[in-house]
């Protein structure tokens, strides 16, 4: 017999992290990520079944480019957005929203990455407002407004 916890465990916790990483000029890192279309976004990914936010936002974080968490802080407030129907299967019966928890890594300035080759293709440095265009994800945009200066001003 199958118990609660061992169900849950076969399917993605709906919970995630969003780690925008960026110099105090405005520059702010993208990555491709690697699916039909390519999608630009900032670090990302869902938390493991007993993982707090902070040591997701680490973990991937690290994953994703190889960067080190010194001075990774949260920024600004968790927000629930629906889960796409082609991503419902991962989730269990009934899930529909995941709640994603943003982060921040500010940079001296721009460094290479090490990105994970089965996740991402990809990697870019661009200005705040070249970043707020590509991303496609509605939460990437409002992390990128509300973590990162406007260089403009």
Known sequence: MVNAG????????PESVLVVVHTPDGRVLLLRRRAPGGYWQSVTGALH?????SEAACRELHEETGLGCAGLEPCGPSAWFEIYPQFLD??????THNLEHVFRLELPEPVPVRTAP???????????????RRVGSRTNRAAIL??????RL
């Open 6 to 13: 061992q169900r849950a465990l076969r399917f993605r916790r």
């Open 49 to 53: 079944w007993g993982e707090t936010p």
């Open 118 to 132: 089965a996740e991402h293709d990809a990697w870019q440095w661009m200005e705040r407002e070249a970043a707020l």
């Open 146 to 151: 509300r973590c990162v200066p406007d260089s």
């Open 90 to 95: 991962r989730y269990a019966p009934g899930v």
